[in-house]
């Protein structure tokens, strides 16, 4: 890594976001950085939450579908061919009131910043929210999913659990009934979280039923997933249901805390951008899960990549002018 030069361009994540925002400033000689996180964390890892998912079949181009993490190696080598550099690093710290911005890696206590740079682009992404059981995380991507857009497809004629009660579960829940022969909503309580127009739609729905004041204990299966037992919050009985697919749906969270009080974000923690991927701090750009809880898809996210390189393109233009 060069040292003591005012980068252009830091990128920070690797995602479809981070990697395409690298893709476009590096092909407009920007020379971007990107720090693409640490594989020893699971939250941040590098490539993002593809990373965490078998088949992807809705990215345009791969008329047969590629896995998540070929397209995540694909596009890092696609971003490398046109010079952008990739450390294996995550930042410690940044600051965002300084001109040029500051970033750490490693220490965060040592005065000096690590790297210094002219526009920031914040692609960090946002994790799902997990129960946090040990088989859930060994059954991601065989049967366990976050994303029904992204996997409801592979579930045709199966038997399907959602768990969560809020409008992501109702939403994956109505969603996989085109798909799944069953829908059954896992829910802690006895009274949902969701909107009043999404639950009347998921109670009109004959293929979706309900658990209520179940929480989950296990996920079962081999190496796939055969089924999930629940205990009965009211009585402590255990059960099992038989399941193809668990879709976990209570919630996400943006991986922002990197950024608390120095940059604006919504009531859930999002960054807030406007005019594209603009930030309230000038030459900080987001794009990607970070600041869309919204669509939150791959494609999605690298759109708001290439927006933010440009953007971040057209401001190093006209700080050069002034
Ligand atoms: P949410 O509203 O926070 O709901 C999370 C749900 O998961 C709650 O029902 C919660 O149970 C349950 N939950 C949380 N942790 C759990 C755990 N460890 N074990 C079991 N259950 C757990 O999250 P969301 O549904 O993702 O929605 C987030 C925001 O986006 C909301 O403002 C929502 O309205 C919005 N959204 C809107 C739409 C739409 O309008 N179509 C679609 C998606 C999201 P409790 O109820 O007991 O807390």
Redo the contacts with the bound molecule.
């Keep these: 890594m060069e040292s003591g030069a005012v980068r252009d361009v830091v990128i920070l994540g690797s995602g479809p976001a981070g990697l395409t925002s690298a893709i476009y400033s590096a092909r407009a000689d920007l020379r971007p950085l990107v720090l693409e996180g640490e594989p020893s964390s699971s939250s941040d890892q590098p490539g993002g939450q593809l990373m965490l998912t078998t088949e992807v079949e809705n990215f345009p181009g791969f008329a047969h579908g590629v896995l998540g993490p070929e397209l995540m190696v694909s596009m890092r080598a696609q971003a490398e061919r046109f010079g952008a550099e990739i450390l294996t690093e995550r930042a410690s710290r940044v600051d965002l009131a300084s001109t040029p911005i500051g970033i750490w890696i490693g220490d965060r206590d040592v005065p000096e910043p690590t790297l210094k740079t002219k526009t920031l682009i914040i692609a960090t992404g946002a994790r799902s929210?997990m129960?946090g059981i040990e088989n859930e995380a060994r059954l991601l991507g065989y049967g366990v999913s976050t994303c029904a857009t992204c996997d409801g497809f592979f579930f045709r004629d199966k038997q399907i659990v959602v768990?969560?009660?809020?409008?992501?579960?109702l939403?994956e829940a109505l969603f996989l009934t085109k798909f799944g022969d069953s829908v059954t909503v896992v829910?802690?309580?006895k009274e949902?979280?969701a909107?009043k127009i999404?639950q009347d739609r998921a109670f009109r729905n004959e293929k979706i039923a309900f658990r209520w004041d179940s929480?989950v204990v296990d996920v079962l299966g081999g190496e796939r997933v055969t089924g999930l037992r629940i205990r009965d919050v009211n009585t402590g009985e255990e059960s099992d249901i038989s399941a193809d697919g668990v879709f976990v749906?209570?919630?996400?969270a943006p991986s922002t805390e990197l950024f608390a009080g120095q940059i604006d974000t919504d009531e859930?923690g999002y960054l807030v951008t406007h005019d594209g991927t603009r930030t309230n701090v000038p030459g900080v750009f987001a794009c990607g899960d970070v600041q869309d809880?919204v669509y939150r898809q791959a494609v999605t996210a690298a759109g708001s990549g290439c927006m933010a390189a440009i953007e971040a393109e057209r401001y190093l233009s006209s700080l050069a002018e002034t």
């Design positions: 929210l129960l768990v969560g009660g809020g409008d992501s579960a939403e829910h802690r309580r949902l979280r909107s999404m929480v749906a209570i919630g996400h859930a809880h």
